[in-house]
């Protein structure tokens, strides 16, 4: 049982440039999220999605596209790479609860650098 | 909105006890979560408090209050392998897990 896989662990970007991270997960969770965590900043949602098909800004979307077109994967995109996207990317999954209490499981992240 | 304070770093001696704080202020209260994430690796989940009081899970207990908008973790019998960040976190009100993370406490075990 994998769990959360993200892949690529590490990439390095010159401005400009695109890329997709990919996310997978195995649990059959319905709710999965792309967080970003930067020193001092704590983790941060990018995008989210409750379903297959379906997807939702977060806290901070803007440069970030996000697709769902199968229930276990989540893709997340950079159109245009800047410096400012430098950070390490977190994907996470959770199953849908109306009690609030689902912890979310995590991928073990990508490195991203943008030069 | 949701604001969550935690300290930035703490250290603590191999055996001891140590007590992580955290304060929050959200709109609307649907329980707190704590996780633990060592360096380079992903968040686990530690615990998940909505009523309050104290919920005891092995050598890791979490402590909620809500009426004063305070938790705390508490670590007992430190050993080396606890030295993480331990994040505290809380879900938005609007059913879809959205959560609000503090930027954590660094916790290092020394000998």
Excluded at chain 1, 56 to 76: C, H, I, M, T, W
Excluded at chain 2, 55 to 64: D, H, I
Aim: with cysteine; hydrophobic share 30%.
């Amino acid at each position: 049982n994998a769990g959360v896989t993200q892949t690529p662990k590490f990439r390095v970007l010159k401005t400009g440039q695109s890329m997709t991270l990919l996310c997978a997960q195995d649990m059959n969770h319905e709710y999965m999220y792309w967080y970003r965590q930067d020193p001092g900043m704590g983790l941060r949602l990018i995008h989210y999605s409750v379903g297959e098909g379906t997807t939702a800004k977060g806290e901070v979307p803007d440069g970030y596209n996000v697709s769902r077109l199968k229930k276990q994967n989540f893709l997340l995109g950079l159109e245009s790479a800047a410096p400012s996207q430098t950070s390490v990317y977190f994907c996470a999954s959770s199953r849908a609860s109306s009690s609030y209490n689902s912890p979310l499981h995590f991928g073990n992240g990508t490195r991203l650098t943008v030069t | 909105g949701q604001n969550i304070d935690q300290p930035t770093e703490m250290t603590a001696t191999e055996g001891a006890i140590v007590q992580i704080n955290c304060t929050y202020q959200t709109s609307g209260f649907n329980g707190l979560f704590w996780y633990q994430q060592h360096a380079g690796e992903a968040p686990t989940f530690l615990s998940y408090n909505v009523l309050d009081g104290l919920e005891e899970k092995g050598r890791f207990s979490s402590f909620l209050s809500r009426s004063k908008g305070y938790s705390y973790l508490l670590l007992k019998e430190l050993q080396m392998k606890d030295s993480a960040s331990y994040l505290c976190a809380v879900p938005h009100s609007g059913g879809y897990q959205k959560v609000t993370f503090g930027i954590g406490t660094k916790l290092q075990v020394i000998p």
